[in-house]
């Protein structure tokens, strides 16, 4: 029995024995995968860390992803644009505000909307802003700017100071064309379009808001660059002093402009608004404030409507005003709503209408409710529609007649005093 007893533990010992040999075999054994492959002579051990925790790139490298990274397109947009850009410098007769600046600031101007008195000084100053548009020397800025000067002097960013030569310019539209000789510091700049401006997009303001005062004559001819949004389009303003007058062409009315909180200060008015391409898309005109100082409501007269006025002084020395024809307006009121079938007192009615309008089909008795897709309930409505128009353009309206709507196209004539 002991004899049995101790053969059977001997036979375990050794098949535990057994077990732990082969235990020990596997743990310290080499893996049967492979050997991996040693570097080349000289060349450097890669490291097994992944790729987010290996050690830095060099010094070098660091600074050339930070040069990268400066080189933004806001950047390149001013590199373009800068160089297009002159201040404006005048000798003539300011007119100041008898009680001190407006709400609503011009540059040249405090008193621009102003309807209070206002009394005239003479001065020489940075008065504003122009962008180049031609190779021939012409440059445009803001009526604003210029008016009421007896000279008027470019200055260039490369310092030079040249004379220019006022071509023409319509206070209606805020507009004014300059041509000069010698502008070898300036080059034209690339223009673009506001039509299709989307709110949200990149703007950069180039112009001279530092005016002069204070600033060494050396950093003078220096521009001054913001950076911005396009805040909204469209917007429309009419002077204070103007509600309830026709529109005179003396009076300033500004229809469909750009908004953007890029900051446009005294001495901004008439240079450009560029997208992010650095192609002008607008004229700095002026802000909305409270303060005295930009508070990111700025406003931009659209390019192409600049453009076109260029090209009216350029063949007639002026912007011709526009109307609809021969056509005499009034206000729709209750009475004649429920006359016309119409659901609510809105519109125009057309209460006499000769020449190209009723040839193309426009009635005495038609109410007309919009041009070009816009409501019109006043006359001052009606004239903000035409404002951005030019003569031998071609408007839509919408015309009410025995109860429907009709929808006309009427060419736009000049208009006569």
Do not use: C
């Amino acid at each position: 029995m002991f004899k049995r007893s101790f053969k059977f533990a001997l036979l375990v010992a050794f098949v535990a024995g057994a077990a732990f040999m082969v235990l020990v075999s596997s743990t310290f054994s080499p893996p049967s995968a492979e050997p991996e492959p040693q570097p080349a002579a000289g060349s450097a051990l890669r490291s097994s860390a992944p790729a987010e925790t290996r050690p830095s790139q060099t010094a070098a490298g660091v600074q050339q992803e930070i040069a990268a990274e400066r080189r933004t397109v806001i950047v390149d947009a001013v590199e373009t644009v800068g160089p297009s850009v002159a201040s404006v410098v005048i000798t003539g007769t300011q007119r100041v505000s008898a009680f001190g600046p407006s709400r609503f600031r011009s540059d040249f101007f405090d008193s621009f909307f102003s309807p209070f008195p206002s009394h005239e000084r003479r001065v020489t100053l940075q008065s504003g802003s122009a962008v180049m548009i031609s190779a021939d020397g012409e440059v445009l800025t803001n009526a604003h700017v210029i008016a009421g000067a007896d000279q008027v002097f470019l200055m260039q960013p490369n310092g030079e100071v040249v004379s220019a030569e006022v071509l023409g310019s319509s206070a209606m539209l805020d507009v004014a064309l300059l041509k000069a000789e010698g502008l070898e510091g300036l080059q034209p700049a690339r223009l673009g379009t506001a039509e299709d401006l989307v709110v949200g997009e990149w703007l950069v303001a180039v112009g001279y808001p530092v005016s002069g005062a204070s600033v060494s004559s050396g950093s003078r001819f220096q521009p001054t660059v913001t950076v911005g949004v396009v805040s909204a389009i469209g917007r429309s303003f009419v002077p204070p002093d103007t509600r309830g007058r026709r529109g005179e062409r003396d009076i300033t009315y500004y229809p469909d402009m750009i908004q953007t909180d890029a900051a446009i200060n005294p001495g901004n008015s008439g240079g450009p608004l560029a997208n992010a391409l650095g192609e002008v898309v607008g004229l700095n005109t002026f802000i909305i404030t409270e303060s005295g100082g930009s508070e990111g409501l700025g406003f931009a007269i659209p390019i192409e409507r600049a453009l076109r006025a260029a090209d009216e002084i350029r063949t007639y020395g002026e912007v011709r005003a526009v109307e609809l024809g021969q056509v005499r307006l009034q206000e729709i009121t209750e009475d004649l709503a429920e006359a016309l079938e119409l659901d609510t007192a809105r519109g125009m009615l057309i209460a006499e209408v000769t020449g190209a309008s009723a040839d193309a089909g426009l009635r005495e008795g038609d109410g007309l409710l919009d041009v070009d897709g816009k409501p019109v309930n006043s006359l001052l409505e009606v004239r903000l529609t035409l404002i951005p128009r030019f003569v031998g353009d071609t408007v839509a309206l919408g015309v009410w007649r025995n109860g429907h709507r009709l929808d006309l196209s009427i060419l736009l004539e000049v208009h006569k005093d």
